[in-house]
């Protein structure tokens, strides 16, 4: 399990188990705070034997990892945002084939923070992931243009609770992502922002349905 970060990001990738077929890789992109290991062990509990890929946000805010500046909680510095998912396209494309995987079948898993750089990534690179899973996401911008999602997959989950993302957030951003064909499931959990074994259950009996590639191309 080598940590690198010689691709522009420091991160952590977990083969697929052997025998696995057609194996995903999961982009775990972790909350303030986190790091490349934090996600692995719901990446392994929401898809066993995928590939994993952890990833440390390189942004620090009073000594937390982030994947972008904010300017307070809840109020993003959206040129940052822009200019850190530009770096995240890169590092997939890079890490894509350093590690010879497809991102026809690469599946981002992302909460709060990460979650929201990865609806980001979506609104500004749909191609660059099958599928997300975005746990306690938020609007990270509202788009100029509403891109082309219909080769995509998303499950939202929602804190019905949630004191940090008001309700209305992951609405809007699952009406503008089915506005562009993609497939849209939210998800609400009866509590707050913190991640819940309800969560995890849905996501983990969503993800079978995702319809994924076999292999590049096909
Ligand atoms: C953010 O990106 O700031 C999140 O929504 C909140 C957090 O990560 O603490």
Not at 52 to 79: C, H, Q, S, T, Y
Not at 107 to 115: E, H, M, T
Not at 172 to 182: D, N, R, V, Y
């Amino acid at each position: 399990m080598p940590l690198t970060d010689d691709l522009g990001l420091v991160h952590k990738f977990v083969p697929a188990k052997a025998g696995v077929p057609h194996p995903v890789t999961l982009l775990l992109l972790h909350g303030t705070g986190g790091d490349e290991n934090d996600l692995l062990p719901l990446g392994k509990e929401l898809w066993p034997g995928a590939a994993l890929l952890g990833l440390r946000g390189k942004v620090l805010e009073n000594g937390m990892p982030r994947f972008f500046r904010r300017i307070a909680e809840g109020v993003f510095d959206v040129e940052d945002l822009k200019f850190r998912t530009e770096e995240l396209a890169q590092f997939i494309k890079a890490a894509s084939e350093r590690y010879d995987f497809s991102m026809e079948r690469l599946i981002a898993v992302g909460y709060s923070n990460g979650a929201n750089i990865a609806a980001s990534l979506i609104l500004l690179h749909p191609h660059y992931l099958a599928a997300a899973v975005l746990f306690r996401v938020m609007m990270p911008f509202t788009p100029d243009i509403v891109r082309d999602f219909s080769n995509l997959s998303v499950f939202i989950g929602a804190g019905e609770r949630d004191p940090i993302v008001p309700r209305s957030q992951p609405e809007e951003l699952a009406g503008i992502f089915e506005s562009g064909g993609a497939k849209v499931t939210l998800f609400w959990h009866r509590g707050a922002h913190e991640l819940g074994a309800d969560d995890v259950d849905a996501a983990k009996k969503w993800l079978p349905e995702v319809k994924i590639r076999k292999r590049a191309g096909a």
